[in-house]
């Protein structure tokens, strides 16, 4: 490849006097491309720290390039005192860990190394450029075919975490992730809860997660157990017509008030006449929004649905909405990195290749209480609880 004629092969370039990314690709050697960038940004083990993305209740976000590969990751940076005082924190983060590192599907967000020294913990997860509540905070509601895609998408994940035993229990837009490539990827599993995959039925109790998703037995004041699953499939339900309406199905307010929860208990739903066209729409609506959490659709009955196989892709007239650049508003979207930028143009995906062990990663931690499910951990002896030196 051609190298540029501004400059020679062994010269550092100033970032900001570069214009053209082809002429920052035509450099030469990705050898030099690392140098670029390592002069202005530090690395962590061999990604090169980038801007933050976000600020959540466990710490910062950033984004990352690894080095090796041009690979972009979201990495989240935690900082250990938080740990050491917060025993509900480590419990949450431990929980994500398990999940996020050791299930693999398209649909549930991965995290794909991890490093820690005695100050921050870091884990490098494949990187989303946003929110659905973001999505449905610039545009209310997406196209119906959009809507379509998010919502399969969103039941294959259910389908995956419950075939594993595992229930969300907090779905909402805040918790839904898409890729630049339309993929949406289920986080948080702070509150997850976990279910035997040989039981007969799958009981939970308590009422994790956030109101305005919950199905109407969570607000009832006898019903004291629940089925884990139907809890994802109300809130997955919410979702799909709050991405079709831009409103909620029953809550329209940030707090719940008794009339809410005596609407959610008694009434039904009441459809907007853009959604009562659709009759097979609407039927899969009254099957999932059934307040008898027992006749309520299945994860299987909603897949084998008669809507959930139409194609709305062959019938749609728009493309699907993405967020918008001109004008940003949140930490998320700041400016991109050049490097970051060479790899979107020139890269694919990143692989489902694991960059450490994950035992080997909680042996230097020793902070974390490791799960002491042996579906996790593949030998429940070496379980190490908490360092008593931290």
């Known amino acids: 490849m051609k190298k540029s004629s501004s400059a020679s092969k062994n010269e550092m370039i100033d970032i900001k006097q570069v214009e053209n990314l082809d002429d920052v690709f035509l450099i030469g050697s990705q050898e030099e491309i690392y140098r670029l960038k390592i002069h202005k940004y530090k690395e962590i083990k061999h990604y090169i720290k980038g801007e933050v993305l976000g600020r959540g209740k466990f710490g910062v976000v950033r984004e990352f390039i690894d080095k090796k590969t041009l690979k972009r990751y979201a990495g989240k940076i935690i900082r250990t005192n938080i740990l050491k005082r917060n025993s509900h924190l480590r419990h949450q983060i431990n929980k994500e860990l398990a999940i996020t590192y050791h299930f693999n599907h398209p649909n549930v967000l991965r995290v794909y190394d991890l490093y820690a020294t005695s100050k921050k913990?870091?884990?490098?997860?494949?990187?989303?450029?946003?929110?659905?509540?973001?999505?449905?905070?610039?545009?209310?509601?997406?196209?119906?075919?959009?809507?379509?895609?998010?919502?399969?998408q969103l039941i294959e994940g259910l389908s995956y975490l419950h075939s594993h035993g595992i229930i969300h229990r907090d779905i909402k837009p805040e918790n839904i992730l898409v890729t630049p490539y339309d993929i949406i990827k289920?986080?948080?599993?702070?509150?997850?809860?976990?279910?035997?995959?040989?039981?007969?039925?799958?009981?939970v109790f308590g009422s994790d997660g956030t109101p305005l998703y919950h199905p109407p037995e969570l607000f009832h004041p006898k019903i004291i157990h629940y089925s884990g699953t139907k809890i994802d499939i109300w809130a997955a339900g919410v979702i799909l017509y709050q991405m079709l309406t831009g409103e909620l199905p029953f809550f329209n307010r940030t707090n719940t008030t008794e009339r809410d929860i005596d609407e959610i208990l008694t009434e039904n739903v009441q459809y907007p006449l853009s959604l009562k066209q659709d009759v097979l729409l609407i039927d899969l609506f009254n099957g999932i929004f059934e307040k008898d959490f027992r006749h309520r659709m299945s994860i299987m009955a909603i897949k084998n649905h008669p809507w959930m196989q139409i194609d709305y892709n062959r019938q749609r007239d728009e493309p699907f909405v993405k967020l918008p650049t001109d004008n940003l508003t949140i930490d998320c979207y700041r400016g991109l990195t050049v490097l970051t930028r060479i790899y979107n143009k020139y890269y694919p995906p990143p692989s489902e290749e694991k960059l450490v062990n994950f035992r080997q990663f909680q042996d230097s931690l020793k902070i974390l209480p490791l799960m002491r499910s042996s579906r996790y951990i593949q030998d429940p002896r070496k379980i190490n609880l908490m360092a008593a030196n931290v």
Do not use: N, R
């Not at 884990?123 to 509601?141: S, T």
């Not at 997850?192 to 995959?197: A, K, L, M, V």
């Open 186 to 203: 289920l986080a948080d599993f702070g509150v997850c809860q976990e279910i035997s995959i040989f039981k007969l039925d799958d009981m």
């Open 121 to 152: 913990i870091y884990m490098f997860m494949e990187f989303c450029y946003g929110e659905l509540a973001e999505f449905l905070k610039v545009y209310k509601c997406l196209p119906k075919s959009q809507c379509k895609d998010y919502f399969v």
